[in-house]
């Protein structure tokens, strides 16, 4: 996926022409699980869990994609902050990996190496401290890079090192022609933006990211000649982007999916049921207000008359971007201590559904909830994370059948923060369980169901037996058991068995995404090549070990067919 993103956004390569930008991988690294959850926080693994689970992605798009620029995080590792590690940014980025792009740091991180890290004394050090490090410039607005004039004029920074930083930043712009051709053609640019096409493109990725994750005595899809449809909740009548998204030109929120959609034959209306926070998902406010009770009592009985007058009730529930967003500073927080639904929502829930109304839930957030009420309560549920600027296109084309949903979730999602952390490709000691609790994910990774069914035969792995540079195929059968057209992502999960060093119980090592028709069945291949097989072994040697595999192939991380692979060779 890094490999794509970064391709799409900076073209073939080397250089960079008009139609394309340079990508930045960031942050560079392990800055996305750091302890307790909360935005710049130490992330203090060890150099096994680095390579292995937080380095691959920035490896893909530094060897294969040709990522022209990295983002030093605000964390600090093994108690190094990044802009200061020389591991990090020289020899595993550059040496290792060959990167030749230039490293750039993010808001105020080289200051804060003296202000919270405490590894500088002064802003003037820690700017020598990047620098030597690998920084090659201080983004967006210089605080500490101007000392580094006097720096070199002292004898402290020496000219070589600020040669290379500037030889790397002038480098780049050469690649992009900004000398030959500075500036952009405006007339284009409102042209090609928001285009037709691009509005399509935008709604096929919400249709294809929407995931459904409950569906009892097949409530969905909707039948759009015989109904009239209540339109609830405080994510319904707005397209919530999250934060960095600026603002596209265009938001179609779920209520003006749903009332386009159907015109002229079903009947749609709208309550907003109680509010999130008080500002309504405004992710740069500093602050973020819980909702007034008094106030939500009355939305609530607003929701619960517009249900009863209806066939059937969708809430469009979730967060906005006040329950998620960066938490830059103290007094901008965005970082939870809970993953349950805020404020009154699951009041909403409860009051809609004592009407009898057959109630459906589409979740719109920035990251996975733990719905455990509408998990047990509701009939059907749609998971939609943030769905983009035609978030309402996607939605209706699903709810009225139009389109099929095939998401799977990316993520397990926990019942609760106490499950936390909780990933599929977990180690085998990791889930002995909780006193009067459920061990096992709310929903699992690589969940999702369909409008109709599928069933997975004749799986087989050749040749069964393998030396450690074998190249094995793997072929199932899946087929289209249902009544109507739909996707399957057929997805390829690996365990070693026995190894020197442990291993996680299953990994996703791929997936492919196929279209069936009703009664249609299809052959899916894949290819074992060695990184799928391989590992650092005790001496943090990528190494290929002799042994068994169980090799899975299914619809999710829970649902699968197991075949038996075999590695000979020398232990």
Avoid at 105 to 113: E, L, R, T, V
């Amino acid at each position: 996926m890094a490999v794509a993103v970064v391709k799409a956004l900076q073209g073939p390569g080397p250089s960079v022409d008009g139609d394309h930008i340079i990508a930045t991988a960031k942050h560079f690294a392990a800055h996305g699980q750091p302890e307790g959850g909360t935005n710049i926080a130490p992330a203090n693994y060890s150099e096994r869990i680095l390579r292995e689970v937080f380095l691959p992605s920035f490896e893909a798009a530094v060897r294969e994609a040709g990522i022209l620029s990295v983002m030093a995080s605000y964390n600090e590792i093994d108690g190094v902050p990044s802009h200061a590690n020389k591991w990090l940014l020289e020899k595993v980025l550059r040496q290792e990996w060959g990167f030749q792009g230039n490293v750039v740091s993010d808001y105020y991180a080289i200051p804060q190496m003296q202000e919270l890290h405490h590894v500088a004394g002064s802003k003037a050090e820690a700017a020598k401290l990047a620098l030597e490090a690998g920084v090659d410039i201080e983004l967006p607005d210089p605080d500490s890079y101007p000392f580094l004039l006097q720096l070199v004029k002292d004898g402290k920074v020496s000219e070589a090192a600020i040669d290379k930083a500037v030889a790397r930043n002038l480098r780049l712009k050469f690649l992009l022609g900004l000398f030959e051709n500075p500036h952009v053609d405006p007339e284009r640019t409102v042209k090609v933006t928001n285009s037709q096409t691009h509005r399509e493109l935008a709604a096929e990725a919400a249709r294809l990211s929407i995931v459904l994750l409950k569906n009892e005595k097949n409530l969905l899809p909707l039948d759009r000649t015989r109904l009239s449809i209540a339109v609830i909740g405080p994510n319904a009548d707005r397209a919530h982007l999250g934060g960095y998204s600026d603002n596209p030109g265009r938001g179609i929120s779920v209520l003006q999916g749903i009332t386009v959609k159907v015109a002229g034959k079903v009947k749609a209306t709208y309550a907003e049921g109680c509010k999130i926070t008080k500002e309504g998902g405004n992710w740069w406010a500093d602050t973020s207000q819980l909702s007034d009770p008094a106030e939500d009592g009355k939305l609530i009985a607003q929701a619960v008359g517009v249900a009863k007058a209806a066939d059937v009730s969708i809430l469009v529930l979730g967060g906005n971007e006040d329950t998620n967003k960066e938490a830059w500073a103290d007094n901008h927080l965005g970082d939870r201590d809970s993953l349950d639904l805020i404020g009154r929502q699951n009041d909403l829930v409860k009051a809609v559904l004592e009407t009898g109304k057959p109630t459906i839930v589409l979740l719109i957030s920035g990251g996975p909830l733990s719905v455990n009420y509408i998990a047990e309560k509701v009939p059907a549920i749609l998971e939609g994370f943030y769905l983009g600027q035609e978030t309402g296109v996607g939605v209706a084309d699903v709810l009225f059948g139009d389109y099929n949903p095939a998401g799977k979730l990316p993520v397990s999602v926990p019942r609760s923060i106490g499950q936390l952390p909780i990933y599929y490709n977990r180690k085998p000691t990791t889930k002995r369980g909780y006193l009067f609790a459920n061990k096992e994910p709310l929903f699992p990774f690589g969940y999702g169901l369909s409008y109709t069914t599928f069933e997975y035969s004749n799986l087989s792995v050749s040749p069964a037996q393998i030396g450690p540079a074998g190249k094995p195929k793997v072929s199932v059968t899946v087929t289209n058991t249902g009544k109507r057209a739909g996707d399957e992502v057929v997805q390829l999960y690996i365990r070693d068995l026995v190894s020197s060093v442990t291993r996680p119980v299953m990994e996703l090592k791929d997936f492919k995404r196929i279209s069936l028709a009703p009664g249609e069945s299809k052959t899916v291949e894949f290819t074992i090549t060695p990184d799928k097989l391989s590992f650092l072994d005790i001496n943090m040697n990528r190494i290929v070990e002799p042994g068994w595999f169980d090799i899975m192939v299914g619809t999710s991380s829970v649902k699968y067919q197991t075949a038996k692979l075999e590695v000979v060779g020398v232990r």
